[in-house]
């Protein structure tokens, strides 16, 4: 076949030809300290633009809280849609807290599976159903006095990557994958469709980020930094008084925010805490490029990498059950946790396994009023969990 008759090669990175040139124009970002600037460093995390334009496409009060849908444009690739979810009536300046949806193998979707809106997706009612207890994460916080930001992060939700016409790898994998569920019988949704592909397609988006200097847990970050801002700039919001709450792969988020960003006051990690070398050599393949960027461990293992974070205190739960962590990797990084934070850190086991419960949920929530200051002080003063 001629090279005229060759058909085209369909864009490897679709939605985000513009990335390229946004990282490499983009200067590194600048942490306060020495330890956060060499995670930063690591991971290639690009310095977050300073202006932002965010818009405000409508708001709505229900059952307590007051949902805004926010957007903005970070200066590469789709536009962030996020939702801003506050107390009814309240009155500032109330803390704030950034909610870091999970992985989930779903990115068809993002922040939506945290909050209550006026109609849900089945991909998010399905993704709170599997990995929340059925709650809306964010709108819970709010209720206890936050107001808490919830965005799509980078390859997620409206950052997606437009897979309508796969790269040819993608696509080879994924007619494999139409071909099981055409024996099977099954007709696949959209969502189903999506997220099968950005499945095969999340090994090339971490080719390009590395051969781009980056990396995807690092430009996940670089959308985190944003968004924390832009929570911080809120005319309602304390920004003295900021934390993230994250489960699973939102887990990993939230120590990467903290570890980062002196804003971060209090952070809560749920189901995603264990040694590195715990997860050789048969739970690797367990987990995304969001934990696996090449080099990180030369910075030390996953428990040490909070000790580059300014903030107060934090909280991590483990699921005992978890089938994504061997229990000794979780007790081993709990045991390096208390050595290191023996003043700030709170660790508590849960039974079950990888899931967000809504008793956890309480605990979690519960732990990030009493440290950040929100509801009335009888509601801080009630916590089932250890003080740091």
């Not at 971490?206 to 809120?234: N, P, R, Y």
């Not at 699921?319 to 990797?329: I, K, M, N, R, V």
């Amino acid at each position: 076949m001629s090279t005229a008759n060759r058909p085209a090669r369909p864009s490897a990175i679709a939605g985000y030809e513009d990335w390229p040139r946004f990282v490499r124009n983009q200067p590194r970002y600048l942490a306060l300290t020495a330890g956060a600037q060499e995670l930063s460093d690591a991971l290639g995390v690009p310095a977050p633009a300073s202006r932002r334009d965010v818009t405000v496409h409508w708001e709505e009060t229900h059952d307590g809280v007051t949902t805004s849908q926010l957007s903005w444009q970070l200066g590469f690739g789709p536009r962030t849609t996020g939702w801003l979810v506050r107390p009814a009536g309240g009155s500032g300046p109330l803390p704030g807290v950034l909610a870091l949806h999970c992985h989930g193998g779903n990115k068809f979707g993002g922040a939506d599976r945290l909050v209550e809106l006026p109609q849900t997706h089945p991909s998010a009612a399905e993704a709170r159903a599997g990995h929340y207890d059925g709650r809306a994460l964010a709108t819970e916080v709010a209720r206890a006095g936050f107001a808490v930001l919830a965005h799509d992060t980078f390859a997620w939700g409206s950052r997606h990557f437009d897979l309508s016409e796969p790269p040819w790898r993608t696509a080879a994998a994924l007619e494999a994958r139409k071909s099981q569920w055409r024996e099977d019988g099954v007709v696949p949704t959209d969502s189903e469709l999506y997220n099968a592909a950005a499945g095969y397609h999340e090994d090339t988006v971490a080719k390009t980020a590395g051969l781009l200097g980056t990396s995807l847990a690092g430009m996940v970050a670089h959308d985190d930094l944003a968004a924390l801002e832009i929570l911080a700039s809120l005319p309602d919001v304390d920004p003295g008084r900021l934390g993230c709450i994250g489960f699973s792969g939102g887990g990993g988020r939230a120590l990467t925010l903290a570890a980062l960003s002196p804003r971060i006051r209090n952070y809560v990690v749920t189901c995603m805490m264990t040694t590195f070398d715990s997860l050789l050599p048969a739970y690797l393949d367990a987990h995304s490029w969001l934990l696996q960027t090449p080099g990180l461990w030369k910075l030390g293992d996953w428990p040490e990498l909070t000790a580059r974070s300014g903030a107060d205190g934090f909280l991590v739960q483990y699921a005992l059950a978890d089938q994504l962590f061997p229990e000794a990797g979780m007790r081993e990084a709990h045991r390096i946790l208390a050595t290191l934070h023996p003043d700030s850190y709170a660790g508590r086991f849960w039974p079950g396994g990888h899931v967000f419960t809504a008793a956890m949920q309480n605990e979690a929530i519960t732990y990030l009023a009493r440290t950040l200051g929100a509801g009335s002080p009888a509601a801080q003063a009630h916590s089932t969990v250890p003080t740091p």
